[in-house]
């Protein structure tokens, strides 16, 4: 079967036109080689009578000129999927790290969500063995949980520690999209999985941050594409996205790039369209689940950017991290009172847990407007009551800090990992009064309260 063929007519930035001198015309994101430069790889955007708009997707040092030949090869852009790309780092185009990119099965990164009949809702814990996190805002095997706040505030770390807890507890596959990110964390967290000896059932799909717009934009639907695949074999996976606000920037940046008039706060008009249909790819069904982590950087710490808000409307677990915690040496830093989950049900998380979380998130409230009046006249001003309460909120506060296995070069301090059971037996003994008489500050950074040996 023929392909189309052109000739350069122009080139713009990371837009090439291209005219039609074939009887074969070009489809809709089929990928065209360049004559006598073979690596560069450009993709089928738009066709006008004979004249067709291409995105240059990868990075070249050579340059493109009017005049020079192209020539399409009648395919979309594809990606290695399967048992294959475990233990490997991969780029965009399905090419290794390690220079191993003899793969023989492939799939297009473009491919629908499924059917609505076909999504199954999660109904199970997904256990992390952080107390924070298991506690008070719990993890849905097969639902998507967002981990979201501003600059420096530790998403990442967060991200990592998540991945080192259940990877070795979980029968799944993990998938990594490195959206838009520096490619040192991804270094470093595929070392980590080597020492874990967990590789083998790892695969990482990075697009860096120095890569064009395309590129970036692109990463996030091959991930997609390689994690549906184990879905589809019957395998649950793990999908971990560091970070959907890069894939957001870089779909607004190729918006631009195309000429496209931006919306809001100078935003892609399609700003949701392209969350949901790469949001709608990650969903569990009959045959196996997708659990998917992402990290959500907040610009300025504005959360009603648009790009965050559109993010946060799929996600069925947010754990929102404040800047004010992290500045209270609380970490994970995370906002007890603006991060949710839809697990937060009797009927999940089991009769003991619910009673023990509905009651400490009753004295929560009351524990921030008492924290204030605190500030002003001195706790020793409170009524005994109020005092009662603003100490033991305080202790579980403390408590629900955790060293982490991610830090330990860093902080020195061993990392724990804690069962929910147990954070739920430590949470009520706290509430129960059984610690008034241990200092709040005996409290922070200990996994549970026997290991620390406070009872």
Request: proline share 4%; hydrophobic share 40%.
């Amino acid at each position: 079967m023929s392909h189309f063929k052109g000739i350069i007519k122009s080139v713009t930035g990371q837009t090439v036109v291209v005219v039609i001198t074939s009887s074969t015309l070009p489809q809709s994101g089929e990928i065209a080689h360049v004559s006598k430069s073979p690596e560069i790889k450009l993709e089928v955007l738009a066709r006008i009578d004979t004249e067709v708009t291409c995105l240059i997707l990868s990075e070249s040092n050579t340059l493109l000129v009017r005049g020079q030949k192209v020539e399409g090869t009648g395919k979309p852009l594809s990606v290695p999927v399967g048992k294959q790309v475990l233990g490997k780092m991969l780029n965009l185009f399905g090419e290794s790290s390690e220079g191993e990119d003899n793969f023989d099965l492939l799939a297009p990164i473009y491919a629908p969500a499924p059917s609505f009949s076909l999504a199954v809702n999660p109904t199970e814990i997904l256990e992390t063995g952080i107390k924070v996190i298991d506690f008070a805002m719990p993890i849905p095997r097969g639902g998507k949980v967002g981990v979201v706040g501003g600059a420096g505030m530790g998403k990442t770390v967060l991200l990592t520690e998540i991945i080192l807890n259940i990877i070795n507890r979980q029968e799944a596959y993990t998938v990594f999209a490195g959206i838009g990110e520096r490619i040192r964390e991804a270094q470093e967290l595929y070392q980590r999985l080597k020492a874990l000896k967990v590789l083998d059932k790892s695969s990482l799909v990075i697009g860096q941050m120095h890569e064009n717009a395309a590129n970036r934009f692109r990463i996030a639907q091959a991930a997609a594409t390689i994690a549906e695949h184990f879905r589809d074999k019957g395998n649950d996976v793990l999908f971990f996205a560091d970070n959907m606000f890069r894939f957001v920037q870089a779909g607004s940046e190729v918006s631009q790039i195309l000429g496209e008039i931006p919306s809001e706060q100078f935003y892609q008009a399609s700003l949701q369209n392209q969350v949901a249909e790469i949001e709608d790819r990650l969903v569990s069904t009959e045959d196996a689940a997708i659990t998917s982590i992402q990290t959500v950087y907040v610009p300025a710490d504005d959360f009603s950017d648009p790009a965050v808000s559109a993010i946060m409307t799929f996600l069925d677990t947010v754990i929102i991290l404040s800047r004010g915690n992290a500045q209270l040496d609380l970490h994970p830093p995370v906002d007890l009172l603006q991060s949710s989950s839809s697990f937060l049900k009797r009927q999940i998380l089991g009769e003991r847990h619910f009673e023990v979380y509905t009651r400490f998130n009753g004295l929560l409230s009351s524990y921030v407007r008492l924290s204030h009046i605190a500030a002003i006249v001195g706790e020793e001003e409170l009524g005994a009551a109020d005092r009662l309460t603003f100490k033991r909120t305080r202790k579980v506060i403390n408590y629900l800090t955790q060293p982490f296995f991610a830090t330990e070069s860093q902080t020195g301090r061993k990392g724990t990992h804690v069962k929910r059971e147990d954070a739920v037996t430590d949470i009520e003994a706290i509430l129960a009064g059984k610690l008034d008489n241990v200092p709040d500050e005996k409290l922070k950074y200990i996994g549970t309260l026997k290991e620390a040996k406070l009872i």
